[in-house]
């Protein structure tokens, strides 16, 4: 039967061993060495250097399985027995009073391995549902996984950094074994770099429409000058035009007058 939360006090003493720490810092095979029974998963976390990955985050729980219920690893590839032991590893901090404080008593929780890459079918999350009386429990929320290991106790806490809990059976999500063993990372990168050349054609020809816009509209302008100036000759050329002959007929007439006048003195004096 899996603790409930009014009974948390019992796991006190495994909560001081570590919580006295001044340091923010954990080191997870330093927690787990002084269980000895323990020792496979920690010899596990350590060969595969998953204790590397726990070491570096500031919050987490790690579900660890002592050397009675451990036996179903020890047959496993190096690569599926490090993303199995990522499995065990939830990103964030969990003890049974949080987990009982859960909505509904059942939540999907976020792994290492999720955080891999490698994760496919929700291989990288947990189901974590509380039972009828009291019974914590643990599977993989892969389609078909069983929902079969229950929390034992606690073995080591620091909240809110680190959490280690004992649980009864390793967690084997279906088809773990057949997950790829590095991520598929340079495969997007490789997509998308085509992406710009693409872009630049359809912007190219955009230039010559606009360019062609200022041509049109400078004409334009130029033909209105022309029109102006054209008007403003036509109005001024008719009125220089008829001013020339008011001219040429009063000289004519002034001369002739003149003439007139000459010619009547000449014919007085020849009286």
């Known amino acids: 039967m899996a603790p409930k939360a009014h009974n948390f006090l019992v796991f006190l003493p495994y909560l001081l061993l570590i919580s006295s720490s001044a340091v923010a810092a954990f080191d997870i095979v330093e927690i787990l060495q002084p269980f000895?029974?323990?020792?496979?998963?920690?010899?596990?976390?350590?060969?595969?250097?998953?204790?590397?990955?726990?070491?570096?985050?500031?919050?987490?729980?790690?579900?660890?399985?002592?050397?009675?219920?451990?036996?179903?690893?020890?047959?496993?590839?190096?690569?599926?027995?490090?993303?199995?032991?990522?499995?065990?590893?939830?990103?964030?901090?969990?003890?049974?009073?949080?987990?009982?404080?859960?909505?509904?008593?059942?939540?999907?929780?976020?792994?290492?391995?999720?955080?891999?890459?490698?994760?496919?079918?929700?291989?990288?999350?947990?189901?974590?549902?509380?039972?009828?009386?009291?019974?914590?429990?643990?599977?993989?929320?892969?389609?078909?996984?069983?929902?079969?290991?229950?929390?034992?106790?606690?073995?080591?806490?620091?909240?809110?950094?680190?959490s280690v809990l004992q649980v009864s059976t390793a967690i084997m999500p279906p088809g773990i074994g057949s997950a790829p063993a590095h991520a598929p990372a340079a495969a997007p990168g490789k997509k998308t770099g085509p992406s710009a050349p693409v872009a630049a054609p359809k912007s190219s020809p955009a230039a010559p429409e606009s360019s062609p816009a200022s041509p049109i509209e400078g004409p334009a302008g130029s033909a209105a000058a022309p029109a102006t100036h054209s008007k403003d000759a036509d109005a001024a050329s008719p009125a220089e035009s008829a001013e020339a002959p008011v001219g040429s007929d009063a000289a004519r007439a002034v001369v002739s007058a003149t003439i007139g006048i000459a010619m009547g003195a000449v014919a007085w004096a020849t009286l």
């Open 36 to 162: 000895d029974e323990f020792s496979a998963f920690t010899k596990y976390l350590t060969q595969t250097k998953v204790a590397d990955e726990i070491n570096r985050r500031q919050t987490i729980t790690v579900l660890a399985v002592d050397n009675s219920a451990i036996s179903a690893l020890s047959s496993l590839s190096a690569d599926t027995l490090k993303n199995v032991l990522s499995v065990h590893v939830i990103l964030d901090y969990y003890d049974p009073y949080k987990l009982d404080k859960v909505p509904k008593k059942t939540a999907l929780l976020t792994t290492l391995f999720q955080s891999s890459g490698l994760a496919t079918n929700n291989m990288g999350f947990l189901n974590f549902t509380e039972l009828p009386g009291e019974q914590m429990m643990f599977g993989s929320a892969a389609p078909g996984a069983p929902l079969n290991s229950n929390l034992q106790k606690v073995v080591a806490a620091r909240p809110y950094n680190i």
